[in-house]
């Protein structure tokens, strides 16, 4: 497979985001964010999912935390969807169970073409740190939107909010490392009966 990468940037009134990404990386991460629980986060996803990224986000930190998480998620998601090119001979779907001690996360992906985001979390906090718990469905959400896949994420058990979200992130990295996989046995044709995704 030729090199996966991609450089996307984002820039509103309210962000200024620069995503870089190899989907064949070794997990490298290089993130500056303003958020340091969403620095830890992102850790996790291109450690797990052996991707390489380099994210600098520049938001509106003293309004909230909204704009960031909501934008990076939608720059992330079109930088996937750049990287990934026409899919051929990907594995296309990808699902990870992750424990953290207490709590198990179930994260499921299929780079279908059709953004979905089907999400049931309940965290036992507000906040982490200073995060707000809802903004991670934001994040979440303007991932699958521009990415264009469907996602299902479902913590399982948990009564630790930082656990709940790190086997949220670990599985999601994971699950995204399987999906865009190359597939040996596919060698090089489209993993849809339509001939296209």
């Not at 709940?164 to 599985?171: C, H, N, R, S, V």
């Amino acid at each position: 497979m030729s090199a996966r990468t991609a450089t996307v940037n984002r820039d509103t009134k309210e962000t200024q985001i620069q995503v870089t990404i190899n989907l064949d990386g070794e997990g490298q991460l290089n993130c500056e964010t303003g958020i340091p629980f969403l620095d830890h986060m992102l850790d996790q996803v291109a450690r797990h999912g052996m991707i390489d990224m380099d994210i600098n986000a520049r938001g509106d930190l003293h309004i909230d935390d909204h704009h960031t998480m909501e934008d990076l998620g939608i720059t992330l998601g079109q930088a996937f969807h750049e990287a990934i090119g026409d899919k051929r001979g990907i594995y296309r779907y990808g699902h990870a169970y992750v424990p953290l001690d207490e709590a198990l996360s179930r994260v499921v992906v299929d780079f279908s073409g059709r953004p979905g985001l089907y999400m049931d979390a309940d965290f036992t906090r507000d906040t982490i740190g200073r995060l707000d718990t809802q903004l991670f469905s934001e994040f979440f959400q303007g991932f699958v939107n521009h990415a264009r896949v469907t996602l299902h994420i479902d913590n399982l058990k948990g009564f630790n909010a930082h656990h709940q979200a790190e086997t949220i992130f670990k599985a999601f990295g994971r699950a995204l490392r399987m999906a865009v996989s190359e597939d040996p046995r596919m060698a090089g044709q489209m993993p849809s009966t339509k001939g296209c995704l």
